[in-house]
C-alpha cells in the first residue's frame, strides 16, 4: 500500500502538518511544587483562550512530587511562537526560572495524525 506514489505522498503530506506540537517535562523542587503547580494552572486557563490552542493539557506526576508534564498543540508554528510571547506564558517561564527548574523539552509529531489519514 505505501509503495504505490499516491499513498505515499499523501503520508508525506500528513507528516509535514504544520501545526506545532510539544511535550514538556518541568521540574522543581518538591517544596515548590505547590508554586509551579499555581501558575501551571493560570498559564493553561488563559492559553486554552488563545486562537490557536489545540490542545493544552498539564498533568502532576502521581510518583515525584515537583514533576509536571505539559502537552500542547497548536495550529501553526506562528500559533506556538505567539504564544511564547504572552503575558501569561512569560509569567510562568519566569517562574521556571526564579525556582530553579529543569525543563525537558520536546517538539513531537503525534503518530494519530498518520493513522487516523490512512
Given at each position: 500500500?505505501?509503495?504505490?506514489?499516491?499513498?505515499?505522498?499523501?503520508?508525506?503530506?500528513?507528516?509535514?502538518?504544520?501545526?506545532a506540537c510539544v511535550?514538556?517535562?518541568?521540574?522543581?523542587?518538591?517544596d515548590r511544587a505547590?508554586?509551579?503547580?499555581?501558575?501551571?494552572?493560570?498559564?493553561?486557563?488563559?492559553?486554552?483562550?488563545?486562537?490557536?490552542?489545540?490542545?493544552?493539557?498539564?498533568?502532576?506526576?502521581?510518583?515525584t512530587a515537583g514533576?509536571?508534564?505539559?502537552?500542547?498543540?497548536?495550529?501553526?508554528?506562528?500559533?506556538?511562537?505567539?504564544?511564547?510571547?504572552?503575558?501569561?506564558?512569560?509569567?510562568?517561564?519566569?517562574?521556571?526560572?526564579?525556582?530553579?527548574?529543569?525543563?525537558?523539552?520536546?517538539?513531537?509529531?503525534?503518530?494519530?495524525?498518520?493513522?487516523?489519514?490512512?
Amino acid at each position: 500500500m505505501f509503495h504505490d506514489g499516491a499513498a505515499f505522498r499523501f503520508l508525506k503530506d500528513l507528516m509535514m502538518s504544520h501545526s506545532a506540537c510539544v511535550v514538556a517535562i518541568l521540574t522543581v523542587s518538591a517544596d515548590r511544587a505547590r508554586d509551579l503547580e499555581l501558575e501551571l494552572v493560570r498559564c493553561t486557563v488563559a492559553s486554552r483562550k488563545e486562537e490557536g490552542c489545540q490542545r493544552y493539557v498539564i498533568s502532576r506526576d502521581m510518583e515525584t512530587a515537583g514533576r509536571f508534564t505539559a502537552e500542547e498543540r497548536w495550529a501553526s508554528t506562528a500559533a506556538f511562537e505567539q504564544h511564547l510571547e504572552t503575558p501569561h506564558f512569560r509569567a510562568l517561564a519566569g517562574l521556571l526560572d526564579r525556582l530553579n527548574a529543569t525543563v525537558q523539552l520536546m517538539r513531537v509529531e503525534p503518530l494519530d495524525e498518520i493513522s487516523d489519514g490512512v
